[in-house]
């Protein structure tokens, strides 16, 4: 099993290239395979697990996919199959998205139902309530999700759930209603920034979809959906992951690739804690020349501060001059890393949905364990800030979601080493 070790006390100086955004690639890569008729190529594709994951999904159902640095080539489907097996599947919970193409282009689908994972219960019960609204009959039996139409049908449906929007729900509704009979009206649709560039994507295709990045989408059905040339957005998360790493090392630097649009509540997040954010047009130049200010912060759907970034904020308030609150809403039990922060010296009190972060003026080296990838983000983050040496453990979480995460923050001064032990 690999393990990172980190030698911290380092700080980071200099530019950190942001990769294409993995939750774009996977639901466009899912679109490109099953339902265009012609072949598509992806350019800024991460070379990251689940990207791999995904390509062995997608290689299962019968596609053929080939890789040449960050471009993927992907050739259409001649003889579709329509069953994604358990092995795939729980793997990785994104694989889910191949169930709506599946039936819009086949007319039925067999995906097994992923199951939950270390940040909570993840249902899929939106995903299965837009498909029905589409006219699908769906069914699950023996772990597998069964779903079947003759012929999709456009209508109006509001996708909220319990959470808010769901993005894997918007996107498995909305590449389904492409190739539907009619208009589609998608109200209460998620409005991230990766579930945009899928829609440009589709578009692209062929596809008829409007009121992009909004929360309401209309997809008015088309015949046929042909391959395309795209580029994918950059990694929001990725981007963020280094903007708390420069600023958890009292670094300098210039994270590049990323647009304030795509990150509104994290800028705002981290400019609020004492983070000076410096934009141009490439990039942000990030330091910390004042004490952290202690924050409160609440998860919640975009524009709101993603989930995926709690981790690693709640890693940076560790270090701030007073006691911090994080309010976790989308994935309520997503707090595991607060144990493993402890570990290296943090005081964080988690609280049902709430964590209490109270400061500390320094974080120590420990041996800590990655419970998922944002949580191995942090882990890392953390030991760089840290006195001594912190081993991480269960890296391939990280690996999920992180290209090179130890190159290139090496490539900036950090001290990280991967070994097999
Ligand atoms: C995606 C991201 C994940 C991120 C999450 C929230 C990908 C591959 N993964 O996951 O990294 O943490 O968005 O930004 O893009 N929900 C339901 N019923 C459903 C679907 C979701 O109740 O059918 C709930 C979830 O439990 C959660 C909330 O809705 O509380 C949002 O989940 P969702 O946006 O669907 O997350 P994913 O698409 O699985």
Redesign the pocket.
């Known amino acids: 099993m690999e393990k990172l070790i980190v030698k911290g006390g380092t700080k980071l100086e200099g530019t950190i290239p942001v990769s294409g955004c993995?939750?774009a690639v996977?639901p466009i890569a899912v679109a490109a395979a099953i339902l265009g008729d012609g072949g598509s190529v992806l350019h800024n594709v991460p070379n990251l697990t689940d990207v791999t994951t995904l390509r062995a999904v997608l290689e299962g159902l019968g596609a053929t996919i080939k890789r040449k640095n960050s471009t993927l080539y992907i050739e259409p489907i001649n003889h579709l199959e329509y069953e994604a097996p358990y092995e795939l599947v729980r793997k990785m919970?994104?694989s889910i998205y191949v169930l709506g193409p599946l039936v819009a282009k086949l007319g039925k689908a067999k995906v097994s139902f992923p199951g939950g994972c270390a940040?909570?219960?993840?249902?899929?019960?939106?995903?299965?309530r837009g498909l029905e609204h589409l006219g699908a009959e769906v069914m699950v039996e023996k772990g597998y999700i069964y779903a079947q139409a003759e012929s999709l049908i456009g209508t109006e449906m509001n996708l909220i759930?319990?959470?808010?929007?769901?993005?894997?729900?918007t996107a498995n509704v909305m590449m389904a209603a492409t190739l539907a009979q009619g208009t589609t009206v998608i109200r209460g649709a998620?409005r991230?920034p990766?579930i945009s560039d899928l829609a440009h994507f589709l578009n692209a295709m062929g596809a008829d979809i409007e009121g992009i990045g909004t929360s309401v989408l209309t997809v008015h059905g088309v015949k046929q959906l042909r391959g395309t040339e795209h580029t994918v957005i950059s990694d929001d998360i990725e981007a963020g992951t280094f903007m708390v790493a420069s600023a958890i090392t009292r670094g300098d630097v210039y994270v590049k690739g990323i647009t304030p649009q795509q990150i509104p509540a994290i800028s705002e997040k981290l400019v609020a804690a004492g983070v000076e954010l410096d934009w141009d047009a490439n990039g942000v130049r990030v330091t910390t020349p004042h004490e952290l200010q202690p924050i409160n912060v609440t998860t919640a759907?975009f524009p709101g501060f993603?989930?995926?970034m709690q981790a690693q904020i709640m890693g940076l308030l560790c270090l701030a001059a007073g006691t911090s609150v994080i309010t976790e809403n989308?994935?309520?039990d997503r707090f595991i890393h607060a144990a493993e922060l402890n570990r290296m010296g943090a005081n964080i009190v988690p609280d049902g949905s709430k964590a209490i972060i109270n400061g500390v003026p320094k974080l120590s080296g420990a041996p800590v364990m990655a419970s998922d990838l944002r949580a191995g983000a942090v882990l890392v983050a953390a030991g760089m800030a840290a006195a001594g040496e912190t081993v991480v453990s269960r890296v391939y979480h990280i690996d999920r979601g992180y290209e090179c995460i130890e190159k290139k923050l090496n490539n900036v001064g950090a001290n990280i080493t991967r070994v097999n032990a």
Not at 119 to 128: E, K
């Open positions: 993995k939750n996977l919970r994104a940040i909570g219960p993840r249902p899929i019960d939106l995903h299965i759930g319990q959470h808010g929007p769901s993005v894997g729900a998620a991230e990766h759907p993603p989930t995926d989308v994935h309520t």
